[in-house]
Structures are given as structure tokens and as C-alpha cells.
């Protein structure tokens, strides 16, 4: 949130002056003599970097082992909960349904059931997608001038109207983020004045674009937190921030697919995200206490992963089992419908009928073979109520 101060009057001069006292008494990482070159302590990251890197590892090798479509659909749920997740961080809800039919339209994947999507969630897929998706060619000023500009298509921040597609002016000088009523304004942050940004970025860009001996995945921790520090743009600058992160992490992985979601914990992380980034905007030019947060929520964002992608994992042992037997299409579509997320409750024979546009009869014999082949299960309820469920989820 940015905040200006109000022209001193008489009513609030008191409240001014001790805010005024606030600010020439801040010390922000960027003010620094040392700026922008952060320092950390390689030892005391070591183990936890290690531990990351071989978490990563464990997961990338298990998902190579997949055919490129269940790789396709695993990176395209993660894709989704990136675009959702990052959003949600800073207060603001997608509609989960826009956002896969966005980045389905985009890959060019037949998931069903696509909705038509708005401006605005098409341009934050589109920014996803160009990070992670185009993650080697190097970040350039115009392309992040075009990914603030698809982040805010109308040129609004909600109602507010604000610069798109450049860096921000001195006329938004000074850009804090601040909470608290007028009078009681707590500071948390105050980023560079607008005259800095050209000279900040242009360092920013080529030290990221650099290929140097840093580790590639604390690289994309310094990356996140240089980026938000600098805050170039009026608005969009912790999603841009991630977007960045994220494309740091798919050259760490050496691929576009996306196995994991950082955003998807950081927003689980919240409040500690927020004050961790506080307090090392408070702090020396030694970040090694972010990169300890960083490395750590990264390795819980990959261990959800693993337990998150399960389900994409069983639908490639389940494939497997049942094509050495093929079913027929009908049964095929059905049986994908269920491992579908949308897919609620159990089977029976009057959905199935409707799903493949069968007869009754036919659903029930379709059924039957199914049930024989340990494929169906079906549930205690008879009669009208007899319904089945995949075997994996009894």
C-alpha cells in the first residue's frame, strides 16, 4: 500500500512531526553503503541448500519418469495454484476455473469445460507463463514493462489510475508500504526514490541475467528479494518479484515445467513472509536470514509436491494396469473424468450414460467389466443408489 504524507496544517502538525522523526531515524538495506551488494554466510547455508537441492532432485527425477502429457498436466496444476496463490498473497481472489481455462487455452490443452477469461487473469497467466515457460532468455527492461502492463490492462490499480508498462515517477514519491490510521501510521517499509530506478534496475538486470558461480536457487532468493526492494513500479511488485523468482527456479531445474509451487506456500506463510521481508529491509546488506526463510519454505513447497502430485502419479500407475487390458473410449473418458479435481462424489449408471451419451444399458454393462477388472468398486448403497468408485479410493 503507498501512502503520501498530507501538507502540513495546524490540525496535524504534531501527528507530522512524529512521523517525520520516524523516517530520518529509518535505516533501509537499500540506503546502505554497501548496496547493492549483499553478502551471506555460504557455511551456515550449506546443509539447508543441500537439502533443497536434493529434495528438488528427487522430485524432477520422479516426474522425468512420466510420460509428457501426465509432465504436462502435473506442471499445469502447478502453474495453476502459481498464478492463483501469488495473487492471493496480496489480497486478491482469481477465479480459479478463469485461470485454468487461461493456461489451458495457452498450451494449447483440452481439459473441458473452459470458461471464457478476463483481461486481467489473462495477462497474469500471460506473465506466468512468459517467466517460467521462456525462463533462459534473458529479463529485459521492455519485457518487464510489458508483464506490469499485462498485469493492469485498464491502467487502474482497482479504482486508482496509475503508470503501466515504466517504472514509476517521482509524482509517487515517496512509495511506502504503510498500516494504521493518519496519525498512527506504522512504517514498514519505504523503497528508493523514483530518480534511483533507472541505475537500480539496470544493475538488477545485469547481475541477473549474469552467469556467475552463484547457486542457481539461492540466486532466485536474492532475485525475489532485490526486485521487491527496489519496488519500481506503482503496483503488481510482489507478484512481479515472484514471477521472477519462479523463473530463476525453472533455470535452477532446467526446464519449463513447473513440478512445485513457491507461491502456493509462501501465501500458506503469510504473515512470516511479509515479516521476514520487513526485518531484512531493516537489516545490514547480510541477507543470510532471508535465504535461510527462503531455502526453507522452498523445501516445504517441494515436499507438498510430493504429496500433492500423488494423485497424478497413481493415474500413471492406473494407466499402466489397465492398458494392458485396453478399455474401450467410453470407459476411458469416464474413468478420466473421476481422477479429474472438478469431479465429485461417486459413479453411477445414469451419470455414466449422460458423461459418454450411452444408453443405460450400455453404462451398465460398461460398468460391469469394469467392476470385474478390480478397476470399479462398488459402494454399500443398492438399489437406486448403487454407485461405484475407482479402486485406488476405497
Not at 10 to 18: D, K, L, S
Not at 42 to 50: E, G, N, P, V
Not at 234 to 255: K, P, S
Not at 376 to 394: E, H, K, M, P, V
Request: glycine share 6%; net charge positive.
Amino acid at each position: 500500500m503507498r501512502r503520501i504524507f498530507p501538507r502540513i496544517t495546524a490540525e496535524n502538525a504534531e501527528n507530522t512531526v512524529i512521523i517525520a522523526v520516524i523516517v530520518v531515524h529509518m535505516m533501509w538495506i537499500h540506503t546502505h553503503s554497501a548496496w547493492p551488494n549483499l553478502t551471506w554466510d555460504a557455511a551456515s547455508l550449506a546443509s539447508k541448500l543441500a537439502a533443497v537441492r536434493h529434495h528438488q532432485g528427487r522430485l524432477l527425477g520422479r516426474m522425468e519418469g512420466l510420460g509428457f502429457e501426465l509432465q504436462r498436466e502435473a506442471s499445469f496444476h502447478a502453474l495453476t495454484k502459481d498464478v492463483v496463490k501469488s495473487s492471493a498473497i496480496e489480497g486478491e481472489d482469481l477465479n480459479v476455473k478463469e485461470v485454468r481455462s487461461s493456461i489451458a487455452r495457452r498450451l494449447g490443452m483440452d481439459i473441458g469445460g473452459l470458461i471464457s477469461t478476463s483481461r486481467h487473469v489473462d495477462g497474469v497467466v500471460d506473465m506466468m507463463l512468459d517467466a517460467t515457460q521462456h525462463f533462459a532468455k534473458p529479463l529485459t527492461k521492455n519485457r518487464l514493462f510489458a508483464w506490469h502492463a499485462a498485469l493492469f490492462p485498464t491502467g487502474r490499480s482497482g479504482l486508482i489510475p496509475i503508470k503501466t508498462g515504466g517504472w514509476r515517477t517521482p509524482q509517487a514519491d515517496p512509495m511506502q508500504v504503510v498500516s494504521g490510521a493518519i496519525g498512527r501510521e506504522k512504517i514498514h517499509f519505504e523503497a528508493p526514490r523514483a530518480a534511483r530506478l533507472e541505475k537500480e534496475m539496470k544493475a538488477f538486470l545485469a547481475w541477473l541475467n549474469k552467469d556467475n558461480s552463484m547457486d542457481s536457487v539461492l540466486k532466485a532468493g536474492m532475485a525475489h528479494f532485490r526486485f521487491v526492494t527496489i519496488h519500481p513500479f506503482e503496483d503488481g511488485n510482489g507478484r512481479i518479484a515472484r514471477a521472477i523468482g519462479d523463473m530463476a527456479l525453472a533455470r535452477a531445474d532446467r526446464t519449463p515445467h513447473r513440478f512445485y509451487s513457491l507461491s502456493s506456500q509462501i501465501e500458506a506463510e503469510r504473515k512470516d513472509y511479509y515479516n521476514q521481508l520487513e526485518r531484512q529491509q531493516r537489516s545490514s546488506p547480510d541477507i543470510t536470514d532471508w535465504l535461510a526463510w527462503f531455502l526453507a519454505c522452498l523445501g516445504r513447497a517441494i515436499a507438498g509436491a510430493e504429496t500433492s502430485l500423488g494423485k497424478i502419479l497413481f493415474k500413471a500407475q492406473l494407466w499402466d494396469t489397465i492398458n494392458r487390458e485396453p478399455v474401450n473410449k467410453r470407459q476411458r473418458l469416464i474413468i478420466n473424468r473421476m481422477l479429474e479435481d472438478s469431479f465429485k462424489g461417486h459413479m453411477n449408471t445414469s451419470t455414466y450414460a449422460k458423461l459418454s451419451q450411452c444408453s443405460h444399458d450400455t453404462a451398465l454393462r460398461d460398468i460391469q467389466a469394469l467392476k470385474a477388472r478390480g478397476i470399479f468398486i462398488q459402494n454399500a448403497d443398492g438399489g437406486r443408489s448403487t454407485s461405484y468408485r475407482l479402486a485406488a479410493y476405497a
